[in-house]
């Protein structure tokens, strides 16, 4: 069998759905939305590298009879005369046409994000085939980088009250490229944070946004240590651990990142980067930033800050918060919104601006997300039997919030925000047609996506 087979990207029931749809249906038409969740608007990214990837590849004779040999195997019908006509007609493309808000919008759940629909009657099967690979195309990408732009909003609230704003790029680094399920995940997630931040250890990340997304390097990183660089000296060279990282990597204008807490975080702190070293941290001219990676991370910020005031001195900003000499902190442990928030409140109430910290996020920012966290669905909202136009929804009595919406559905837009009721048919219409036929309609730059979300915070 091929590597893959978008004809058997599907779910297995999917296979006999070509038999389920009332008599003469022409056309079906679905649309995809975040119906709430944990963030009350997304930021939308993904669908373009999924397109190109896969959907401007033919299926091929070698694709059917695979898919067909499964599914006999399997139990399940196969509509091999639809996609022998697939094959034939359009050359192996699949005739379908995508519409879509352009990516990096920044939009309120419960809105219609992306459109499908057959084009030719003969593939009415065809919209609800390809739920399953488009749906997850857009929802993982999608929360990723929706989670990842609400902690930047977050982290600028307290920027703007505690610090300086412009450093807000750097302030999340992504460490979950070992977190999550597979390299796949890796870089389709990683780019996703990136459309929010600069900071990065996920290479993946990088590459995936450069490939698909015509990016230049949009992530960034410095030298850091990890424990086995620091244990493997031995506890007792725990400082010559520390002095070869700044003879090393240190120097004017540089940061170098070391986790500290190998053994004692807070005498590292106090005795060993604000004790023996602490001249040479200052005469290298870097910027020296210390990882604790264990305890209550609030609380062990704090104290990692006091101490490291105390050692290193600071300066008071203009806003009346404590700025420190030379060093910063950086947390990578336990980190996700509720913690960071948690952290920022704490050091802001002890007079400590936001800009000592950064926070490295893993397994939370790529792989502890799932469908249900902004509730993904793709519904079927219109068909057309016999040249007419019906609506169709689903309206369970036992949850509301599974209501889906009815008719040719889009998303519109005026100066009050977006709305996807049909009675706002008179206003902009925010989707575009991004797919048809085997065609990229539309390829976004990773530049103007980062745009996008950046100017709705």
């Not at 990723?144 to 999340?172: A, H, M, P, R």
């Not at 397994?363 to 669905?377: F, S």
């Amino acid at each position: 069998m091929s590597d893959y087979n978008i004809i058997l990207d599907t779910d297995s029931y999917k296979m006999g759905m070509y038999l389920m749809y009332p008599p003469n249906t022409e056309y079906v038409y679905s649309y995809i939305e975040s119906r709430g969740g944990e963030y009350d608007q997304t930021v939308f990214y993904g669908l373009q590298a999924f397109i190109k990837k896969y959907l401007l590849k033919p299926i091929t004779q070698e694709n059917m009879d695979d898919a067909a040999d499964l599914a006999l195997i399997h139990g399940e019908p196969f509509n091999r005369e639809g996609w022998e006509y697939i094959l034939k007609t359009y050359n192996g493309y699949l005739p379908l046409l995508i519409r879509a808000v352009p990516e990096g919008t920044v939009v309120p759940t419960k809105n219609v994000l992306a459109t499908i629909e057959n084009l030719d009657p003969k593939c009415y099967w065809l919209t609800t085939w390809v739920e399953t690979a488009l749906l997850r195309a857009i929802w993982y990408p999608t929360t990723v980088s929706t989670q990842s732009w609400n902690i930047k909003q977050l982290i600028k609230t307290y920027l703007e009250v505690t610090g300086d704003v412009s450093n807000i790029d750097f302030k999340l680094h992504d460490f979950g490229a070992r977190g999550v399920s597979s390299f796949e995940s890796s870089e389709i997630g990683g780019s996703a944070h990136l459309v929010n931040f600069s900071g990065t250890d996920n290479i993946a990340g990088i590459c995936h946004a450069r490939k698909y997304y015509n990016a230049g390097i949009c992530g960034f990183s410095v030298p850091a240590a990890e424990h086995s660089t620091i244990t493997s000296w031995g506890k007792e060279h725990e400082v010559d651990a520390y002095r070869n990282m700044l003879s090393q990597f240190a120097k004017p204008g540089s940061v170098v990142a070391v986790v500290s807490d190998s053994y004692d975080i807070f005498n590292a702190c106090r005795s060993l980067w604000g004790g023996e070293l602490r001249q040479e941290v200052i005469d290298s001219g870097a910027t020296l930033v210390i990882r604790p990676d264990s305890g209550d991370p609030a609380t062990v910020v704090l104290k990692c800050l006091e101490i490291l005031a105390d050692k290193f001195g600071f300066t008071i900003n203009d806003k009346g918060y404590k700025v420190l000499n030379h060093v910063r902190v950086l947390q990578g442990d336990g980190i996700n919104y509720d913690s960071i928030h948690k952290i920022l409140q704490v050091i802001t109430a002890s007079k400590f601006s936001a800009d000592n910290v950064l926070f490295g996020m893993g397994g939370a920012l790529l792989q502890k997300v799932d469908r249900d966290t902004q509730k993904w669905a793709m519904k079927c909202s219109a068909i057309r039997v016999n040249g007419e136009w019906r609506d169709v929804f689903k309206d369970p009595i036992t949850d509301s919030g599974k209501s889906s919406k009815k008719g040719r559905v889009t998303l519109y837009k005026d100066h009050n925000g977006y709305y996807s009721d049909r009675m706002y048919a008179n206003r902009t219409d925010c989707l575009v047609d991004v797919y048809t036929t085997g065609k990229l309609l539309i390829d976004h730059s990773f530049e103007e996506i980062r745009e996008r979300a950046n100017n709705a915070l």
